[in-house]
Structure formats: structure tokens, C-alpha cells
């Protein structure tokens, strides 16, 4: 089954919103059976998602970011605990907007990534070069840097459950995808990187997915390579109808792939 994560990022700002699109999204997804969806939306309307897609359903629910310690003195933070107790499965983690806007680290997205692990949240940690960077053909150092140090400490057996998102930053928002061809050479760099860092079974297990300017008009043009197994979608995810379609693509051109 394919793996399909809606990362609403900081969107929609009214509950009221929130609240209209989840239940768009229900009527439509609510019983999907050939594809695994995530809904991620920002932290404080996760219980309304939860309540409205019921916790016993096939939509499964992620949080953006989580704090790396489960509890305490930590003002603002949201504990990885905390989103595991009221239903949360997934965690996103080093997205390119919190390492570019709020000076995420490598270590500090490790630290976060083993919380999210100890509790028993599933982390997408995402990985991806500049556009700079990639022209200056750093991208595998880049993401070789990402994992090592985003993995370091983790185990081989939690390191095949984890998923990785392939976003490079330069395609995110920027209505201009990477190509697919690109994504698989970057997708087969991530998997050798992987086979270093732990052995060739766990690159072959790892699940990635690929986000960037993914909608409802390309989509067709991504879904056939059995490389990846799903996508990551921002703005795209804001529209109900926009999403579906996109589900239905990849489900139909995909009934293949395995998660
Ligand atoms: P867009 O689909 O809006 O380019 O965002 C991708 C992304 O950042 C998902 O995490």
C-alpha cells in the first residue's frame, strides 16, 4: 500500500477551517482501503481530526514536530508522550522549514527522533539539499550528513521502521517538483546511505517517500516507480477535493506497492 502524508504545516487558522476540511476529507477517505493516509495538521487541531476520522479507522494521525523529552520544564514544547496518549501514530521530523526557520540541528532532530521512537511514535524524518547545494553537487554529502547524524544511536530494527522523506528544500512550495528520474537517484543514494550506516536488508526495509510541489495535475507523472513508497504533500493537502484526487492517482497506479 502506498503511503500518503498531508502535512497541513501551519494551515488551516481557524478551527472552524480545520474542522470543514477534516470532514471533507472524512466523506471521502474515511474508508480508504489501498493506501495508508497520514493527516498531519498543526498540533492543536489534532483531537478535533481524531474525533471527527474516529481512532479506530483507516486515517492514521501525526503530529509536525515533537519536544525530545517527555516531560518538565520546557514552555511551549509539546511532548512526544503526550501526542502518543491522545492517538497520535506519526511524528514529522526535520522538516526544512523548522531546520531554516527555528535553527533545528542534526542533534537536536536525533534528540527528537529517539523520543518519538521510546514512546512509540513512527518519525518521517526529512532530508534534502538546497538549491545551492545541489548545484554545487553536495546533495549526497548533504544527505549523508542528514542521516548520519539524524540516525545516530538509532538501532537497525527501528531504523527499518522509520520513514524517510526526500524533500528537497528547493522543490518544496515551489509549484516546480523534482524530477522523478532525480528522485530515484537521490532516493538510491538515500538507500546506499542507509546500507552504510547499517546493512543492505535495512536500506532494502526503510520506506521513502518524496515531497515538493506534489499536486493533483502531476501526480500521475510520480506514482509508477516502485522505488518510492508514497508522498509527502503540503499545499496540495489544504483542498479536499485536490488531496482525493491525488489519493486516487497514486491508488490506482500503484495497487503494487508495499507499506
Ligand atoms: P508542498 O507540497 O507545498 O511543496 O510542501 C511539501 C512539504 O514540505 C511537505 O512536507
Given at each position: 500500500m502506498p503511503l500518503i502524508i498531508a502535512n497541513l504545516k501551519c494551515n488551516p487558522s481557524t478551527l472552524r477551517e480545520a474542522r470543514r476540511l477534516f470532514i471533507s476529507l472524512k466523506?471521502?477517505?474515511?474508508?480508504?482501503r489501498k493506501a495508508q493516509v497520514v493527516v498531519c495538521p498543526p498540533f492543536l487541531y489534532i483531537p478535533?481530526?481524531?474525533k471527527?476520522?474516529?481512532?479506530?479507522?483507516?486515517?492514521?494521525?501525526g503530529a509536525q514536530d515533537c519536544f525530545w523529552e517527555k516531560e518538565g520544564a520546557f514552555t511551549g514544547e509539546v511532548s512526544p508522550l503526550s501526542l502518543k496518549s491522545i492517538g497520535v501514530s506519526f511524528v514529522i521530523l526535520g522538516h526544512s522549514e523548522r531546520r531554516i526557520n527555528f535553527a533545528e540541528s542534526d542533534e537536536m532532530i536525533n534528540k527528537k527522533l529517539k523520543a518519538a521512537l521510546s514512546v512509540g511514535l513512527l518519525?518521517?524524518?526529512?532530508?534534502g539539499e538546497t538549491k545551492k547545494e545541489r548545484r554545487e553537487g553536495r546533495t549526497f554529502q548533504v544527505l549523508k550528513k542528514e542521516l548520519r547524524v539524524g540516525l545516530k544511536g538509532v538501532s537497525a530494527k527501528n531504523a527499518s521502521k522509520i520513514i524517510l522523506a526526500y524533500e528537497p528544500i528547493w522543490a518544496i512550495g515551489s509549484g516546480k517538483p523534482c524530477e522523478l528520474n532525480e528522485i530515484i537517484v537521490e532516493v538510491?543514494?538515500?538507500?546506499?546511505?542507509?546500507?552504510?550506516?547499517?546493512?543492505?536488508?535495512?536500506?532494502?526495509?526503510?520506506?521513502?517517500?518524496?515531497?515538493?510541489?506534489?499536486?493533483a495535475e502531476n501526480i500521475s507523472?510520480?506514482?509508477?516507480?516502485?522505488?518510492?513508497?508514497g508522498f509527502l504533500i503540503g499545499g496540495a493537502s489544504l483542498n479536499s477535493r485536490e488531496f482525493m484526487k491525488?489519493?486516487?492517482?497514486i491508488v490506482k497506479k500503484n495497487s503494487d506497492f508495499n507499506f
Amino acid at each position: 500500500m502506498p503511503l500518503i502524508i498531508a502535512n497541513l504545516k501551519c494551515n488551516p487558522s481557524t478551527l472552524r477551517e480545520a474542522r470543514r476540511l477534516f470532514i471533507s476529507l472524512k466523506k471521502g477517505l474515511g474508508n480508504i482501503r489501498k493506501a495508508q493516509v497520514v493527516v498531519c495538521p498543526p498540533f492543536l487541531y489534532i483531537p478535533e481530526l481524531i474525533k471527527i476520522f474516529g481512532r479506530a479507522g483507516k486515517i492514521k494521525f501525526g503530529a509536525q514536530d515533537c519536544f525530545w523529552e517527555k516531560e518538565g520544564a520546557f514552555t511551549g514544547e509539546v511532548s512526544p508522550l503526550s501526542l502518543k496518549s491522545i492517538g497520535v501514530s506519526f511524528v514529522i521530523l526535520g522538516h526544512s522549514e523548522r531546520r531554516i526557520n527555528f535553527a533545528e540541528s542534526d542533534e537536536m532532530i536525533n534528540k527528537k527522533l529517539k523520543a518519538a521512537l521510546s514512546v512509540g511514535l513512527l518519525p518521517i524524518l526529512c532530508v534534502g539539499e538546497t538549491k545551492k547545494e545541489r548545484r554545487e553537487g553536495r546533495t549526497f554529502q548533504v544527505l549523508k550528513k542528514e542521516l548520519r547524524v539524524g540516525l545516530k544511536g538509532v538501532s537497525a530494527k527501528n531504523a527499518s521502521k522509520i520513514i524517510l522523506a526526500y524533500e528537497p528544500i528547493w522543490a518544496i512550495g515551489s509549484g516546480k517538483p523534482c524530477e522523478l528520474n532525480e528522485i530515484i537517484v537521490e532516493v538510491l543514494s538515500i538507500r546506499k546511505i542507509i546500507a552504510a550506516l547499517y546493512r543492505k536488508k535495512v536500506a532494502r526495509e526503510v520506506k521513502v517517500v518524496y515531497g515538493g510541489s506534489i499536486d493533483a495535475e502531476n501526480i500521475s507523472k510520480y506514482s509508477t516507480d516502485s522505488n518510492l513508497q508514497g508522498f509527502l504533500i503540503g499545499g496540495a493537502s489544504l483542498n479536499s477535493r485536490e488531496f482525493m484526487k491525488i489519493v486516487g492517482t497514486i491508488v490506482k497506479k500503484n495497487s503494487d506497492f508495499n507499506f
